[in-house]
C-alpha cells in the first residue's frame, strides 16, 4: 500500500527545530552562557505554551469539562499559537476522534497500536489525515465560540508572531536577541512539542493500568511532571469528562490547580467531577481483575477465586452503602440547618459506614497484595 504524501512543512519544522535546540542551544551555552533571566524567561514560556494547551485545547475544548471567561480563553487560545499545536478547532476535533475510536489504527488519528513513532510524532509528517482537514462536524459547539474561529482563521499569523515576536522582543529588551531566540524560541517549543506528543506516545505505553484494560492508555506520575498533569491517562481515558486528571491530592496535576484557583477569581465555572462511587468501583473491578489473572498458576486457584469474589462482592456492596448515605448526607445538609445535620442520627451512621467501609478496604488490600 503506497504511503500517503509527505507534508515538507511539518518536517522542516520537527527537524530544523530539533537539531537547533540540540546542538546550538549546548554549543551556545558552552561558548557564551545564558543567563537565569533568560532561562526563566523561557522556563515561563514552556509552561504558558503547555498550559494552554493542557486547560485550554484539551481540558475546556476538546472535553468541556468546565466554563471559562472569554479572557481566559483568548489567553489560551494565544498560547495555543505559541506552542505551533495547530488551531483550538483542528486540534480538539482530532483529538475527540481519537477518544472516540481509541487504538483503532484506520480512524484513530495517533493510534498508540501503530507503534511509538507513529503516535509521537510520524502521524504529523505524512498526509494521513488529509480528508480531515476541513471537516469538524464533531465540533460544532466549538464552531460557536468566537474566540475559537478567531483562531482558527488568524492561526498561522498568531504562530508567527508569538514564535518569533515573543523571543525577539525580550532579546531586544533583555539585551541578547540570540540567547533569546534559542531558549524562549527553539529550546522551548521543541520541550512544548515533544512533551505534548509524549501523552499520544509514551503514555499509551509505559505505566499503569488502574482503571481499565480496554484501551492502551496508562497512569504514570513521571510524564505528570512533564506534562503538566496528563500523564494520569488511563483515567483520563475512562473518565474524560472530569477536570481533574490526577484526582488525588498528591497527585501532581497543576492544570487541575489552575482550572480550580481560576474559580475562586471568576475566571471559570461548572467544573465536571466524574461520581467518587463511579470512579472507585472501576479501580477495584481493574485491581480484581489484575488479581485473578495471579491466581491462574496457583495450585487452590479455584478456592482462592471464589475467595477472591467474595471479598470484591462485600467491597463493592459497603461502597455502595457508603456512597448512598454520603449522599443523603449532603441531602440533608442542603435542607436542614447545618447544627441539626451535625447532631443528627444520619451523621453518625455515616461516621460507622465509613469506618464499616476503610475496615473492608484495608482486608482487600491486604488479600490481594498477598496474592502470588
Known amino acids: ?45 514552556f509552561i504558558y505554551c503547555g498550559m494552554s494547551i493542557t486547560a485550554g485545547y484539551h481540558r475546556l475544548w476538546s472535553h468541556r469539562t468546565y466554563q471559562a471567561h472569554w479572557s481566559l480563553r483568548l489567553i489560551f487560545a494565544i498560547g495555543g499559537a505559541f506552542a505551533l499545536q495547530n488551531s483550538i478547532l483542528h486540534w480538539s476535533s482530532d483529538h475527540r476522534i481519537h477518544h472516540k475510536h481509541v487504538d483503532d489504527n484506520d480512524i484513530d488519528p495517533y493510534s498508540a497500536k501503530r507503534g511509538f513513532w507513529y503516535s509521537h510524532i510520524g502521524w504529523m509528517c505524512r498526509e494521513y489525515q488529509a480528508h480531515r482537514y476541513h471537516d469538524y462536524k464533531n465540533a460544532r459547539d466549538l464552531q460557536k465560540d468566537n474566540i475559537v474561529m478567531w483562531q482558527h482563521k488568524y492561526y498561522v499569523a498568531l504562530a508567527l508572531i508569538t514564535n518569533f515576536g515573543i523571543p525577539i522582543a525580550f532579546g531586544l529588551w533583555h539585551g541578547d536577541l540570540i540567547n533569546s531566540l534559542l531558549l524562549a524560541g527553539f529550546l522551548r517549543l521543541v520541550l512544548s512539542h515533544h512533551t505534548t506528543f509524549f501523552i499520544n506516545s509514551l503514555a499509551h505505553i509505559w505505566g499503569k493500568q488502574t482503571y481499565t484494560d480496554k484501551n492502551t492508555a496508562r497512569d504514570n506520575g513521571i510524564l505528570a511532571l512533564l506534562t503538566f498533569g496528563e500523564g494520569y491517562h488511563n483515567y483520563h481515558h475512562i473518565f474524560e469528562n472530569d477536570y481533574r486528571n490526577g484526582i488525588r491530592w498528591w497527585q501532581f496535576d497543576p492544570t487541575k490547580w489552575l482550572i480550580k484557583s481560576c474559580q475562586w477569581l471568576g475566571l471559570t465555572s461548572k467544573l465536571r467531577t466524574a461520581p467518587e462511587d463511579k470512579i472507585e468501583k ?46 443523603d448526607l449532603l441531602q440533608a445538609k442542603r435542607q436542614q440547618v447545618k447544627s441539626e445535620v451535625e447532631n443528627s442520627e444520619l451523621l ?18 491486604t488479600m490481594t497484595a498477598n496474592l502470588v
Open 282 to 327: 472501576m479501580r477495584l473491578a481493574m485491581t480484581l481483575k489484575l488479581s485473578k489473572k495471579k491466581l491462574i498458576n496457583h495450585p487452590e486457584a479455584e478456592k482462592m477465586l471464589r475467595r477472591l469474589q467474595q471479598e470484591y462482592d462485600n467491597l463493592i456492596a459497603r461502597v455502595n452503602d457508603y456512597y448512598q448515605i454520603k449522599r
Open 1 to 45: 500500500m503506497k504511503k500517503p504524501a509527505i507534508i515538507w512543512l511539518n518536517v522542516a519544522i520537527f527537524t530544523i527545530t530539533f537539531l537547533v535546540a540540540a546542538i546550538a542551544v549546548p554549543y551556545r551555552a558552552y561558548t557564551v552562557g545564558f543567563d537565569m533571566t533568560e532561562i526563566l524567561f523561557a522556563l515561563l514560556c
Open 348 to 365: 453518625k451512621q455515616y461516621h460507622e459506614m465509613k469506618e464499616k467501609l476503610i475496615a473492608q478496604q484495608r482486608c482487600w488490600q
